[in-house]
């Protein structure tokens, strides 16, 4: 069932049960959707909108995709809780972080093929994020460290090369890694405990920076807080960045100039950032432990009636314009 709730000029579009449970969605003209439910309860930890404009959905409870009549559970060989999700549309690949391992499905067919990678290839088996750049090498955020994979290369370590071109550990290599994000020439890291990282001078021949500093004094500008829980690049180039203490965005490309930052913290319904998301028309979504938040370049905007609960953990916007909403207790639709 779907309740449309009216704020301002949006319109919510929960889609909620209204009674206790899961609600099992029969259709006998094809077998694979008799387990669709009608919506989603538990809690969701990452989104991701492929080529045909499918929502896929991981949670505690696992894999779902969107359907014509709800959400259809995706079958894994392995039972666990999603973490992370991201589309590949070169090759038409998910890319499935789980809470122990990682996964690669080709979705383009109604056969989902799954493969399941090593986890002896991972710095972590816990992965927590993707981050693929513009020569498509995948970078892999998990528990502790990163891991790069590039063609039939995996490399978990020693992501740092001095002149004299010997290897040696990044500090965000023994740290919980939330988010990755390029420029495409300098890559940001963002860290449980250890703040934000800037790499810099990635040497292709060794897959290796040659320098990786804290987003703090004296080599970048202030940092606000330890923990950075997202960090995102917009449209016009800014550097979102996300954490336990608010938001601050960077402009243009000296880490040093103080005069460049912008930071938000009252305008947000609470400090505790978890997700950031632009949509195409250029407002920038803000998902934190207290409700949601909207900025059009101007003003902000809160959002927390009628959510699932106010713990907003995943933000995802498709070719419609819909915001796809995932919080502690289930998925909401914005429109």
């Known amino acids: ?50 080529n045909n404009n499918t929502l ?18 995706v079958t894994l060989p392995v039972n ?6 991201h589309y590949n549309k070169s090759d038409k690949r998910m890319w499935i972080g789980t809470n122990a391992g990682l996964l690669k499905a080709d979705v383009s067919s109604k056969e989902i093929e799954v493969e399941t990678v090593a986890v002896n290839q991972l710095a ?13 090498k995948k970078w892999i955020g998990s528990a502790k460290g990163v891991t790069l994979n590039k ?33 495409g ?6 860290t449980s405990g250890a703040k934000l990282y800037r790499a810099f001078d990635y040497n292709e021949s060794v897959d290796a920076f040659s320098g990786a500093t804290q987003w703090d004094f004296p080599y970048n500008g202030f940092a606000i807080t330890d923990t950075m829980f997202v960090v995102t690049i917009d449209q016009e180039g800014k550097k979102w960045m996300g954490g336990k203490e608010g938001i601050q965005v960077h402009v243009g490309d000296d880490p040093k100039d103080m005069g460049a930052f912008t930071y938000y ?17 250029k407002e920038i979504w803000v998902g934190t432990r207290k409700g949601l938040a909207v900025f059009d370049g101007t003003n902000w905007e809160t959002i927390t009636t009628g959510l699932p609960d106010l713990y907003i953990t995943a933000i995802a916007i498709d070719k419609d314009g819909i915001a796809w909403i995932g919080t502690a207790k289930g998925l909401v639709s914005l429109n």
Do not use: H
Not at 60 to 72: E, F, P, W
Not at 80 to 85: E, F, R
């Open 56 to 73: 896929w959905v991981g949670t505690d409870a696992g894999l779902y995709k969107t359907v014509a009549t709800g959400y259809l559970p």
């Open 185 to 190: 020439t300098d890559y940001y890291v963002a």
């Open 80 to 85: 666990d809780t999603i973490l992370a999700l």
């Open 1 to 50: 069932m779907m309740i449309t709730l009216n704020k301002k000029t949006k319109t919510l579009q929960l889609l909620l049960l209204l009674l206790p449970g899961i609600m099992l969605w029969s259709c006998d003209k094809d077998d694979d959707l008799e387990n669709v439910v009608e919506s989603i309860t538990s809690k969701v930890n990452a989104l991701a909108i492929d």
């Open 265 to 281: 913290y009252d305008e947000l319904p609470d400090p505790y950032v978890l997700a950031i998301q632009q949509a195409p028309n």
């Open 151 to 183: 063609a039939t290369l995996w490399k978990k370590e020693n992501f740092r090369v001095n002149a004299k071109g010997d290897f040696f550990k990044a500090t965000f290599e023994n740290f919980p890694v939330n988010a990755i994000t390029s420029t």
């Open 124 to 136: 972590n088996p816990r992965v927590q994020t993707f981050y693929f750049d513009a020569s498509d």
